[in-house]
């Protein structure tokens, strides 16, 4: 693979060669060269990558940086390589000049690797489990749901591209508290169905969504129909009720309380959770494993957590409950494992889920894509696993900051199109899903995000998705005209792409040569929003290039066909990254 990591591990190859045929010839002392970088100037007038080698190895050799590097320079052998000059600046820094060699065998790494371009083995096929999203089953997706979706669904394609085993799963909190409330909330608005109040409702009319406008109200909570305030007040749970009760009438109003939040559950649980599903796959999300926090009970893992935990010498009790020392093992405060009552609190099945990724299934590591009110919660987890003898630095945790939708610069709280509330699903009324996964990727997870609606399904260059996919569709369009034409995309070993010289084709060859090691850098910093950035830059650099340079007008045929293998290039590595993305590479816009 050409790339720009290629290159950079080539100069640091020639320096320690160089450094060694100094050493051998007497002109270096055999003392051990620090560490040095290899960098990307900023300024490209510096040269295509900068060494700072003669500066650490001042105090080593005993010598003035810049003699270093003359003594370095002179020992260099550049022939062969994918640099024509080597340049030394200042105290002594050494700029590297790419030369037309590495040009010409970048388009061509592009042309012939095509949909492989940009991917590596750089994870060595580590087991990688990525958790996100794993929305409360009892109720729809929130924005909030939407931000980490894309998150975690484009972080899991980065790790598959840089060579790691990614999987996707969801975490279904199908028991515990919020289900105890799923079930009350279902059980008192079936009975209010039940009730005279209810029946009367009923006999004017069998629509469910009129229903639901006359017992919700405003706010979910009427004179008529009142509800208590520990219970979910959503209309989907007086939804749920009625078709319940369409298909049990009143039945289930004589037996006892348990038995139908029991039977109301069973019934409306599969159906949120095939919901989340349905609408995770309009969002192009789709999940390896659907893991339900019932299983960790089911199976005896919660006991079994509990009774490791005990034998680790890592708790106490304490007015009857059982606390974890959490403070011994790096975190905040120590905190209750199981209540005064028996009953376990919220955090065990969690601890009982990550030792079942870690060590259970042994995945090499695990990434969890949190809010970011999480954050107390990470180093108690963490501490918690430690007891248990599992590697917690095998667990990573993305915070991810809250975003505001806004539309005419104002705060967005119920969707356009349908009036309804901002979820997921009503998000994607109003806005394309293209849209939306671009735009969760446009910031780092751990940044506040204002996501403008308006600008999301604008036609022009303000618009980051439909500039990339304009540069695209572009691309094909010429191509197609000049097929048309009879002039084809030459084959990578036919176009003299020596003559791709100017500062504009040059630029644009140096950013496709990137992807490889922005994919890498992506999925070391768990951070895909670099992708959405670099496709942006590729997409600005290539109308820059078509502007400045002609391509079916060029000055000859030979310059024609190297310009139009150098825009094939370009398509492949647009669509490459706008895969990873999960976002459509239009051929006609």
């Given at each position: ?41 900023a ?20 010598m003035?940086?810049?003699k ?53 083995n ?14 409360n ?52 608005r ?8 209810g ?72 159906k ?27 199976d ?31 975190a ?29 299934r042994?995945f090499?590591?695990a ?82 995000f ?17 500039y ?6 572009r ?15 030459p ?68 310059l ?30």
């Open positions: 693979m050409n790339s720009i990591a290629a290159a950079s591990a080539e100069a640091r190859s020639l320096i320690l060669d160089a450094l060694g045929r100094l050493v051998a010839d007497g002109t270096f002392s055999a003392e051990p060269i620090p560490a040095f970088n290899i960098e990307i100037p300024d490209r007038a510096h040269g295509d990558f900068a060494a700072n080698v003669a500066m650490v190895s001042a105090k080593a050799l005993h003035a940086p810049r270093i590097a003359e003594a370095i320079q002179s020992a260099l052998i550049l022939d062969g390589s994918y640099f024509d000059k080597v340049e030394i600046a200042g105290p002594g820094f050494m700029n590297f000049y790419l030369g037309q060699r590495w040009y010409s065998e970048a388009v061509r790494a592009v042309e012939t690797e095509k949909e492989s371009f940009g991917r590596s750089a994870g060595g096929g580590k087991r990688v489990l990525v958790e996100f999203v794993s929305a089953p009892t109720g729809p997706m929130h924005v909030g749901n939407a931000r980490g979706g894309a998150i975690g669904d484009c972080l899991a394609s980065v790790l598959e591209a840089a060579g790691y085993q990614a999987e996707r799963e969801f975490y279904i909190n199908d028991a515990g508290n919020q289900i105890e409330k799923f079930g009350k909330s279902l059980s008192l079936y009975m209010q169905l039940c009730s005279d109040k029946q009367a409702v009923l006999a004017e009319t069998s629509d469910t969504e009129a229903i639901c406008k006359r017992i919700y109200g405003e706010n979910g909570n009427t004179e008529e129909f009142p509800m208590p305030e520990d219970v979910y007040l959503g209309q989907d749970i007086i939804a749920h009720a009625k078709n319940f009760y369409d298909e049990n009438g009143d039945s289930f109003a004589s037996v006892s309380e348990e038995e139908r939040k029991n039977a109301l559950v069973k019934f409306a649980l599969p949120n959770i095939q919901g989340l599903k349905d609408d995770l796959a309009q969002y192009r999300i789709h999940y390896d494993t659907w893991f339900p926090e019932s299983r960790l009970h089911g005896g893992s919660v006991e079994r957590v509990i009774q490791q935990m005990k034998d680790s010498g890592y708790t106490y009790e304490q007015d009857g409950a059982l606390w974890f020392k959490a403070e011994a093992l790096g905040d405060k120590d905190f209750v494992l199981v209540r005064a009552n028996g009953i376990p609190t919220y955090v065990v099945p969690d601890i009982a889920y990550h030792y079942n990724k870690l060590v259970t042994g090499d590591r990434i969890d894509i949190f809010g970011a009110d999480h954050h107390g919660y990470v180093p108690r987890l963490k501490a918690a696993l430690t007891a248990l003898g599992a590697d917690a630095s095998k667990l990573t945790v993305v915070l991810m900051q809250m975003v505001a939708v806004m539309r005419d610069g104002k705060p967005v709280k119920q969707s356009k199109r349908s009036g309804k509330a901002l979820t997921l699903v009503t998000l994607l009324e109003d806005i394309p899903v293209d849209a939306a996964r671009f735009f969760f990727n446009l910031r780092e997870a751990n940044s506040h204002e996501f403008d609606l308006d600008l999301a399904v604008e036609k022009s260059s303000s618009n980051p998705v439909y990339v996919q304009y540069a695209h569709a691309i094909c369009s010429l191509i197609r005209t000049l097929e048309e034409g009879g002039v084809p995309v084959a990578a070993d036919k176009a003299q792409l020596d003559l791709l010289t100017t500062p504009a084709e040059r630029e644009l060859i140096r950013q496709i040569a990137l992807l490889p090691s922005e994919i890498e850098t992506a999925a070391q910093q768990l951070d895909p929003s670099r992708l959405t950035k670099y496709s942006v830059e590729l997409a600005a650099l290539f109308h820059k290039f078509y502007d400045a340079c002609k391509v079916r007008d060029a000055e000859t045929a030979e024609r066909d190297a310009r139009l293998l150098l825009c094939d290039a370009v398509k492949t590595v647009l669509r490459n990254v706008l895969d990873l993305l999960k976002v459509t590479a239009p051929e006609k816009m």
